[in-house]
C-alpha cells in the first residue's frame, strides 16, 4: 500500500484528499497547524462583519472523518521534508515517510519589501486571525460612529485598503454597502468613516477584462469609495501613506490586500522558486527533478498552454484534482496528462447583492443576477466540504 503525504488543509489540499480518498490502495496522511481551512474567496464578508467565522471556515477532522474515516489528519506543522530519505519533519522532529508527497502550503500576504514600515503598520487579510482584526476594527468604529463614542471630536475615520485587485474592491465595496445600510443609525455629529482604495496600477482590477474594469469602477465611484491610482506607495508611518507621486493619505487603519508570497518549507536540497517564492514545477505539477512530489494551490507556479497562471480558487481546485489522478496513474503504471487548467471565468462581489463578471471569459454579467450566481458556484464548492 502507498503512503500520500499532504502537507496543507488548503483549498488545493482538500481537493486532493477528496479525490485520493476514493482509492482503496493508498493511506492518506494531511498535516495542518490549524483545525480549519479558511475560505478566502469569502473574506470580503467576514471582514466586513456580513459573515460569522463558521461561514468561511471548514472544520477539517469532522470533513475528512465524513470522507474517509481511514484518513490521518495531524494537527501540526510541518517544518520541511527529505525527498532522498523521503521523509517530512515536524516542528517537534518527529518523522513520518511517504512515498507521494503533496506541497500545498498556501500563500501569505507579499508586503512589499521596497515600502518601508508596510507591514508593520498594515494588516494582511490571508489568514482567519487578520480578517478577524480587520472584521473587529470595522465593527468597533461603525458602534462608535452610531453611538457617538469619539472623544476627540474626530472628523472622519480614514479605512484605506491598498490594493484594488479582487480582494481589495470586494473588501471595500462590502463595507461601503455596511456603512450605507447603517447610515440612518449614525448620528450627524459624529465622524464621517471614508473608505479608501490605493493602487499603482492605472484601474481597478487591472489586466482584467476591460468591461470588468468599468464596471467595477462605476460600482465603487457610485458606493462613494475613494481611489487613488496610477502610483505606488513609497512609505508608511503610524497615520500617513506616502505615495511616490508626493500624495500623501491620512489614514486610521490600513489593510494591505497587495499581492501573495508563497509558503514554502526547508528540505535537503535547494529547490528553485519565483519571485513569488512559488516553486518552479513540470508539466505535470511535480517539483523540479522530484518525481514522487507534487506542488499544488498557491504554491506552485503554474504554466499552462505557454502562459502562467495566476492564484485563484479555480487553479487550487484543478490543480488538487490532478494529481490526485497523477498519483493514481502512476501507481497503476499508466501514462499521465500534462497539466493544463482552463478558467469559468470570474465573478466579482460589489457590496450587498451587486456583483460583475465575465462567464466562461465571455458573457458580462452584473447585477443582482450576478450576485445571485456567484452565490450559486460558492454554494456548491462549500456544500461539497458540510
Known amino acids: 500500500m502507498k503512503k500520500v503525504i499532504i502537507i496543507g488543509a488548503s483549498y488545493a ?3 486532493a484528499v477528496k479525490k485520493l480518498a476514493k482509492l482503496s490502495n493508498i493511506e492518506i496522511v494531511i498535516f495542518d497547524q490549524n483545525k480549519y481551512h479558511y475560505v478566502q474567496v469569502e473574506s470580503y464578508g467576514f471582514a466586513s462583519s456580513i459573515y460569522d467565522a463558521n461561514k468561511v471556515t471548514i472544520d477539517v477532522p469532522k470533513y475528512l472523518k465524513k470522507l474517509n474515516s481511514k484518513i490521518k489528519f495531524y494537527n501540526e506543522k510541518i517544518a520541511s521534508f527529505c525527498s532522498d530519505s523521503k521523509k517530512v519533519t515536524t516542528q517537534d522532529g518527529t518523522n513520518y515517510s511517504y512515498d507521494y508527497l503533496i506541497i500545498a502550503t498556501g500563500s501569505l500576504t507579499n508586503f512589499p519589501v521596497q515600502v518601508p514600515n508596510i507591514k508593520k503598520y498594515s494588516v494582511g487579510i490571508k489568514t482567519l486571525m487578520c480578517a478577524h482584526d480587520i472584521k473587529q476594527t470595522f465593527e468597533s468604529v461603525l458602534n462608535k460612529a452610531i453611538h457617538h463614542e469619539n472623544d476627540n471630536d474626530k472628523k472622519y475615520y480614514n479605512l484605506v485598503i491598498g490594493g484594488a485587485g479582487l480582494t481589495g474592491v470586494e473588501i471595500a ?6 456603512l450605507k445600510n447603517q447610515e440612518h443609525l449614525i448620528k450627524e455629529d459624529s465622524y464621517k468613516i471614508n473608505i479608501i482604495i490605493v493602487d499603482g496600477m492605472k484601474t481597478v482590477l487591472p489586466n482584467m477584462d476591460n468591461r470588468l474594469v468599468t464596471a467595477c469602477k462605476k460600482r465603487l465611484d457610485d458606493l462613494g469609495i475613494q481611489i487613488y491610482l496610477g502610483s505606488f506607495i513609497k512609505d508608511v508611518d503610524e497615520k500617513k501613506i506616502y505615495l511616490v507621486d508626493d500624495t500623501v493619505i491620512e489614514y486610521d487603519y490600513f489593510v494591505f490586500t497587495g499581492g501573495i508570497k508563497a509558503v514554502t518549507l526547508q528540505s535537503n536540497k535547494t529547490h528553485k522558486v519565483n519571485k513569488m517564492n512559488q516553486y518552479i514545477v513540470d508539466e505535470y505539477l511535480q517539483l523540479k527533478n522530484e518525481k514522487d512530489i507534487f506542488v499544488i494551490g498557491d504554491t506552485a507556479e503554474v504554466i499552462s498552454n505557454g502562459k502562467y497562471v495566476p492564484p485563484s480558487a479555480q487553479l487550487a481546485i484543478s490543480s488538487g484534482e490532478y494529481v490526485a489522478n497523477n498519483i ?8 499521465k496528462d500534462k497539466f493544463i487548467t482552463t478558467s469559468n471565468g470570474v465573478l466579482v462581489s460589489l457590496g450587498g447583492e451587486y456583483a460583475i463578471g465575465l ?3 465571455k458573457i458580462f454579467v452584473k447585477g ?4 445571485k450566481i456567484k452565490k450559486f458556484v ?4 462549500k456544500v461539497k466540504f458540510i
Open 359 to 361: 462567464l466562461y471569459n
Open 378 to 381: 460558492t454554494y456548491m464548492h
Open 173 to 178: 465595496s462590502e463595507m461601503a454597502i455596511v
Open 328 to 335: 493514481k496513474s502512476q501507481i497503476e503504471n499508466k501514462p
Open 368 to 371: 443582482y443576477i450576478a450576485h
Open 13 to 15: 489540499g482538500l481537493y
